[in-house]
Each structure stands twice: as structure tokens, then as C-alpha cells.
């Protein structure tokens, strides 16, 4: 009888603890980087060609986890940042480098299937005041909302000549329809 | 017609001779320039319009080759404290001439068009900025390979110019 008394009490602690336990957890979730799938190209020291892995900022930190290691990037040391666009074959590695051989150009049509990807390429000193470069690929999409994740945290951005160019176009035809309103 | 035949012998291997000894006096390696450092500068791209990933991937590339065929020679990037204090020290500096993107698609499609290639003129300076070489190094991609690996074709010229041009000083002096 003791037992049951004890036993009812301490089950309904445990259910509303379980029943606590995701809400933490969902509570949670929105503090979390979010991550973005990446390849890294060139750049990182200590981290191989095409090395692929998944890129986060947080903590004033450009992290970039792969496999088992991981590599930082000061936010504040990052003199550059551009998202790009680029493609790249849809059908790859070894079976695009065999399908070459195939008869009747058939190697050459499934070179006509690609796929867009984004480019991230950052500019960034050391403490010292070392020059670094690094270049990223990523799904098409992502990498503008990274770059302005970075810049929102203290990364600087140069616009390039054709940026340049674009927001001079934009702000002509701004004032022309501002113009056109009143 | 003895007499024709020997000296028409004797003619040819005068030719010969002539011929030979101007090749081997072009072939005279000229002297390399004295250098134990290097220290490579960002590449700038001038009034090119280069996409910031070809910039990053020309210098990236570029170190890395120096480093992989640097012998004795000691390789800094552009701004390392460290360079200030290295003797004998050879800044290399980069400008892109030309560029022409090309695409991997045409490439791999037509296999003779849409070749991605840049021209890049390097200058190598001293510590007190005198000019001691400057050349004209291009990268190409004809088949194979995405864009970028122009730029490594550009790197792997440009470190064998360096091997060819740089020597470091005999004793380590």
C-alpha cells in the first residue's frame, strides 16, 4: 500500500518530466546555428581539397565542422566576404570521367546536365596580419544568407565593380519612381 | 669532283658547327636572382573584372605550389610580420591582364570551344622596391576540370618561373 503511494506520485513526476524534456528541447532548437552543408575548395590550413562538411556561424566564429575536426574563422578578421553563383556536373567523379567513353557522344549529353551551386569566398588576416583566402560551394540558395549572417556579425563586405554598378542603376530608377509617386 | 664533294662536306660541317655553338650560347642560363624568401602579394585584378573566387583561388594556389617546390626558399603570404625580418627577401606581385571565363559545359560538350584562360603579369621586386623581374604567366583549361583550375595551371607556371628565375645565395649568405 506504501509502495503504491509512493510509486503513483513518483510516475506522474516522471511523465510531466518526459513531457518537459522536449519543450526544453524545442525551446532550445532556435538558439542552435543553424548549418549548411558545405565543401570547402582551397583555403582552410589543415583541411583537404573538396573536404566536405557543414558551415555555421556562431560565437563570433565562422565554424566549419568535417568529419571528426573542425576549423574557425574569426568573424572579425574577415575582410571580404562574396556569394556567388556557379554550376557543376550533375553527374560526376567516376561515373561522368567513364561515361566520357561512351559511344556515340553519350558522355558529352550527360555533360549538358548540371547543377547550380553557390560559391562563398572569404578574405580574411590573421592576427598578425597574415593574408588568407578561402572558397566554399554550398546548395544554390544558401550561401547569400550565410554572407549576410557574417556581415550582420561584424564581417566586412566589399562590393565588387559589378555590385558597384548595380546599385548605381538601382538608385536612379529609386528616385525616378519616387519622383513618379509625388 | 672529289674536290666538290669534300668541300661541300667540309661547308656542312662548318654549318653544323655555327649552327650549334649559336643555340648553346642562347641556351646559357641567364643569372638567377638571389633570393632565400619570398613573399607573395594578393592578386589584384586592376581593370579585369574577376569573380573574388578566381582571386582567392590564384593566390591559395600560387602558395601552395611555391611551398610544394620552394627547396631552400622560405615562402610568406602578403602581410606575415615575419617577412619584414627575412633576409634576402623577394616580394612577388600579381596583375591580372586578361581573363576570359570560358564554361565547363561548352568544354565538355564541343571539346574545342568555351577554354577558360588568364593571363597574369608577374613582377618580382626587392625589399626596397626595385624591379628585378616581371613576366607574363597565363593559366589554361582546356577539357578537363572546372573553371578554377586555371588558376592552378596559372600556379604550377608561375612556381616553375620562380624555380627557374630564384636561387637562393650560396653558404645561406
Known amino acids: 500500500m506504501k509502495l503504491r503511494s509512493v510509486a503513483i506520485p513518483f510516475g506522474i513526476a516522471l511523465l510531466f518530466a518526459g513531457l518537459r524534456i522536449p519543450e ?3 525551446q532550445e532548437a532556435p538558439h542552435l546555428a543553424k548549418q549548411i552543408q558545405a565543401v570547402h575548395l582551397i583555403g582552410l590550413q589543415g583541411v583537404k581539397d573538396n573536404a566536405k562538411g557543414k558551415l555555421s556561424v556562431e560565437d563570433g566564429k565562422l565554424h566549419f565542422v568535417y568529419g571528426k575536426a573542425s576549423s574557425d574563422i574569426s568573424i572579425n578578421s574577415i575582410q571580404d566576404v562574396v556569394a556567388g553563383a556557379d554550376s557543376k556536373k550533375a553527374v560526376g567523379k567516376t561515373v561522368g570521367t567513364v561515361s566520357m567513353a561512351a559511344p556515340y557522344g553519350g558522355g558529352r549529353f550527360l555533360s549538358l546536365f548540371r547543377k547550380k551551386i553557390d560559391t562563398l569566398t572569404i578574405q580574411y588576416r590573421e592576427t598578425g596580419g597574415t ?3 578561402v572558397i566554399f560551394t554550398m546548395q544554390s540558395g544558401t550561401a547569400d544568407d550565410l554572407k549576410k549572417d557574417l556581415v550582420a556579425q561584424g564581417a566586412h563586405s566589399v562590393l565588387t565593380e559589378g555590385q558597384k554598378e548595380e546599385t548605381k542603376n538601382a538608385a536612379p530608377n529609386n528616385k525616378a519612381s519616387e519622383d513618379q509617386k509625388q | 669532283m672529289k674536290f666538290i664533294l669534300s668541300r661541300t662536306i667540309l661547308y656542312s660541317l662548318s654549318a653544323l658547327f655555327l649552327t650549334t655553338s649559336c643555340l648553346f650560347a642562347q641556351n646559357n642560363p641567364p643569372s638567377k636572382i638571389k633570393a632565400s624568401s619570398i613573399q607573395v602579394e594578393m592578386i589584384q585584378s586592376g581593370e579585369i573584372e574577376l569573380p573574388a573566387e578566381f582571386k582567392i583561388a590564384l593566390y591559395e594556389n600560387l602558395l601552395r605550389q611555391l611551398d610544394k617546390q620552394k627547396g631552400s626558399l622560405q615562402i ?9 625580418a627575412a633576409a634576402d627577401l623577394v616580394i612577388l606581385h600579381t596583375t591580372v591582364r586578361k581573363f576570359k571565363a570560358g564554361s565547363e559545359r561548352t568544354r565538355q560538350v564541343t571539346t574545342f570551344a568555351g577554354a577558360t584562360s588568364i593571363t597574369v603579369h608577374c613582377s618580382f621586386t626587392g625589399q626596397d622596391g626595385n624591379l628585378l ?8 583549361v582546356r577539357f ?5 583550375r586555371a588558376t592552378h595551371d596559372f600556379a604550377k607556371k608561375a612556381a616553375q618561373m620562380v624555380r627557374e628565375n630564384l636561387s637562393a645565395p650560396a653558404n645561406g649568405q
Open chain 2, 144 to 148: 578537363f576540370g572546372g573553371n578554377l
Open chain 2, 133 to 140: 623581374l616581371e613576366r607574363d604567366v597565363n593559366g589554361k
Open chain 2, 76 to 84: 610568406y603570404r602578403e602581410g606575415d610580420p615575419n617577412a619584414a
Open chain 1, 24 to 26: 526544453g528541447k524545442a
Open chain 1, 131 to 133: 593574408l588568407h583566402g
